[in-house]
C-alpha cells in the first residue's frame, strides 16, 4: 500500500513539505477547515493533494478525532505536518495511532495554555515570573505585582487581545476592551475563543526574541535566533524578522531553551520560543509555541543556510533524523516584513510590494474593510528579503518597507511604518563560518 503524508490545516509554506513529502513517492491526505489556496506564492497546484477532507469545526473535539481514526484506518500514515494551534493535539493523535514519534495528545493540550506553562516553569524554578488567571485577578482588592503585568488570552493570540497594565483600574479597562475586539478570521476566533479565559502575569524585561528549534525523539536542537522588529508606536505589534540573528548570551539562551523543552515535556517536533532577554540576570520564557514560527520561516532558513529547510521537517514529520549539517554555515542573511495599513485607511484595496522582495502575501483579500486600528491581525501584506550581510539587510528591507504601495500610494514613513528593532539587528556576525560553527557546536552540547 502506497504510504500517505498527512497535512492538517495546510496553508502557506506548508505546501513546501507536501510538495516534499509527494516528491518522495508519498499520497498528500489534506485535512482543512478552510480551502486550499488558489493564489498568491502558496496556490496549491493541481495534483500535489490526493484528497481533502474538510473539518467543520476544530472545536468539535468528538467530530474531528473521528475523521482522525478514519484517516489512520484508511491510510498508512507515514508522516504528518501541523502548525496551526487548534490542530495540534489532533495530530499528536493521529502520530500515536500510526505508531510515529510523538508527543502526548494530553501534553500538547497542557502546553498550549499559558497559564499551565507559567505555573510549571514557576514550581521548576524556571520562571521568577508571578501569574494568575483573570477569574482570580478580578477578585483582587490591592494590585500584586511589584510592576506592570501582562493580560493575555489563555491560548495566545497576536497583540490584539495582548494588554500591558499596572493597576487594578487598568486591568478591568483592559477586560472592557477586549470584549470588544473583533476578529475577523472565523478560523482564529474561534480558537482564540474557546479557551474563554486570560492569563495575568508579571511584566518581564529585556530583549524580546525568537529561539527556533527541532525537537527529535526528545534532544532538542536549537536552529538560530530570529530578531524583531516591532511598531515604534506600539512594540507589542511584531512588523518583522532577521534570521539569523547574533547574540552575546547565545549559549545562555539555547541551554534555557533545552531545560524549557524538557520541562514542559515536549519530545518531538519543531518549536517556537518567546524569550525576555535582559543584558544580565534571569532569562525568561514568554511563549511557548510548540510549532514552527507563524511566519516565513521556513523561507528564511532556507535562505539563510543555502538549504531546503523543508526536507528537516518532513524528515521529522516522518520519524526520521535529519541532517542538520547546514548549522555548520550561515551563507545570507533574510527577513519577513510585516505591513499595516496606513493609518487614514478604512478599505484595503491594492498593494504593489517593492523592487527584490519576494514571497508575497495578502493576509486580507481586496475590498476588505479595515478596522483602523493597528495590530497584527491588520496586516495587509508579508514579504521576504534577503542580503549577503546584515546591515544590507536591514536598509533594504526598510526601503523596500517605505517603497510598498498600498492603495496607489507608497507607504513612506507614516507612523503605521515607523519601527523599533532588536539591538543586534542589521549587526554582522562576527564571523559568519565561526559564529554558525559555535551555533551547531553548542546544540551538540547541550543535548
Not at 513546501?16 to 478552510?34: C, D, F, P, S, Y
Not at 491581525?377 to 533594504?396: K, N, Q, R, W, Y
Amino acid at each position: 500500500m502506497t504510504t500517505s503524508f498527512v497535512l492538517m490545516e495546510m496553508m502557506n509554506p506548508m505546501l513546501l513539505m507536501a510538495k516534499e513529502a509527494k516528491q518522495r513517492g508519498m499520497r498528500i491526505v489534506v485535512v482543512n477547515h478552510t480551502p486550499l489556496q488558489t493564489v498568491g506564492p502558496y496556490a496549491v497546484p493541481d495534483g500535489i493533494v490526493d484528497e481533502f477532507i474538510h473539518v467543520e469545526s476544530w472545536a468539535d473535539e468528538a467530530a474531528v478525532q473521528a475523521i482522525v481514526r478514519d484517516v489512520h484506518d484508511r491510510h498508512e500514515v507515514a508522516g504528518t505536518y501541523a502548525g496551526a494551534e487548534p490542530t495540534l493535539p489532533y495530530d499528536a493523535m493521529l502520530r500515536e495511532l500510526a505508531g510515529l514519534p510523538h508527543n502526548d495528545p494530553g501534553q500538547v493540550r497542557r502546553i498550549l495554555d499559558k497559564r499551565w506553562v507559567r505555573r510549571q516553569l514557576f514550581d521548576n524554578g524556571l520562571s521568577e515570573l508571578r501569574s494568575a488567571s483573570l477569574a482570580e485577578a478580578m477578585s483582587w482588592d490591592s494590585w500584586p505585582f511589584r510592576g506592570r503585568a501582562v493580560m493575555k488570552p489563555a491560548n495566545g493570540t497576536g497583540s490584539a487581545l495582548c494588554f500591558l497594565v499596572g493597576t487594578l483600574d487598568e486591568l478591568h479597562e483592559a477586560v472592557a476592551r477586549a470584549g470588544q475586539v473583533t476578529i475577523a478570521n472565523p478560523f482564529m476566533r474561534e480558537y482564540i475563543q474557546g479557551a474563554g479565559d486570560f492569563v495575568v502575569e508579571a511584566e518581564a524585561h529585556g530583549e524580546l526574541l525568537s529561539v527556533e528549534s527541532v525537537v527529535v525523539r526528545g534532544e532538542v536542537r536549537s536552529i538560530g535566533l530570529m530578531g524583531r522588529y516591532v511598531l515604534a508606536s506600539d512594540p507589542v505589534v511584531e512588523a518583522g524578522f532577521q534570521f539569523p540573528y547574533p547574540h552575546p548570551r547565545l549559549p545562555e539562551i539555547f541551554a534555557k531553551a533545552k531545560q524549557v523543552h524538557e520541562c514542559l515535556g515536549f519530545r518531538h517536533g519543531a518549536t517556537q520560543i518567546e524569550m525576555m532577554v535582559p543584558e544580565s540576570g534571569p532569562i525568561e520564557l514568554i511563549d511557548f509555541n510548540p510549532r514552527l514560527a507563524g511566519t516565513a520561516s521556513i523561507v528564511l532558513f532556507s535562505q539563510a543556510y543555502d538549504t531546503r529547510y523543508e526536507q528537516v521537517l518532513t524528515d521529522i514529520g516522518c520519524g526520521q533524523q535529519p541532517d542538520l549539517s547546514f548549522l555548520a554555515a550561515t551563507r545570507r542573511f533574510a527577513g519577513e516584513m510585516l505591513l499595516l495599513p496606513p493609518p487614514d485607511a478604512t478599505r484595503f484595496d491594492s498593494i504593489e510590494f517593492a523592487e527584490g522582495t519576494f514571497c508575497h502575501r495578502l493576509p486580507k483579500a481586496p475590498g476588505t474593510e479595515l478596522s483602523g486600528r493597528a495590530d497584527q491581525l491588520d496586516s495587509v501584506g508579508m514579504f521576504v528579503i534577503t542580503a549577503e550581510t546584515a546591515p544590507e539587510l536591514h536598509e533594504a528591507a526598510l526601503r523596500a518597507r517605505r517603497d510598498t504601495r498600498v492603495n496607489g500610494r507608497p507607504l513612506g514613513d507614516n507612523v503605521n511604518n515607523a519601527l523599533a528593532w532588536s539591538p543586534y539587528i542589521g549587526i554582522d556576525l562576527p564571523d559568519r563560518r565561526q559564529e554558525a560553527s559555535q551555533c551547531f557546536s553548542l546544540w551538540e552540547g547541550v543535548r
